[in-house]
């Protein structure tokens, strides 16, 4: 973790959790989708000693006929991982860049394990604003601070 002045201005700015907004995907036309559906829901939550962690899932999914999840049928299981992203790990921040780091340690999906993802940041007002390029294209995510003071938006 850098301690230069602006990535402390904007480590100090990203700590905290933030309820997602938006997370939308274009391809290599330029059309736009909604991996999860337009009104997904999530959180992303930095925190001072340089721990994150991103759940994203698609709002309302089925529930398993089974309480017990190991007892899940498979197109149950298929469904569910479909809709649902998320990873955790640590962080660092590329000032230069407006980039934040995401050193991802586990994911629900394994290919992520033990990379580096780079997301693009700035702040539009209290939203932060991540992009980045990915295998399957840029997707943009944008998210709302949950905690402190501002609750501007409730799902």
Known sequence: MSTR???ADTRQRLLGSWR???WQEYDAAGAMNYPLG???VGQLSYDEVGRMSAQLM???QPRFANEDWREAKPEEM???WRGYFGYFGTYSIDEKAHAVIHNIEGSWFPNLVRTDQLRHYR???EM???DADTAWGRVRIVWDKIDGKH???TK
């Open 20 to 22: 997602l907004v938006s």
């Open 151 to 153: 609750h501007s938006r």
């Open 123 to 125: 702040f539009d007002g």
């Open 128 to 130: 932060l604003v991540l």
């Open 78 to 80: 298929a469904a569910a």
């Open 58 to 60: 698609r709002r309302d």
């Open 5 to 7: 002045r602006g990535d």
């Open 38 to 40: 337009p009104d997904a």
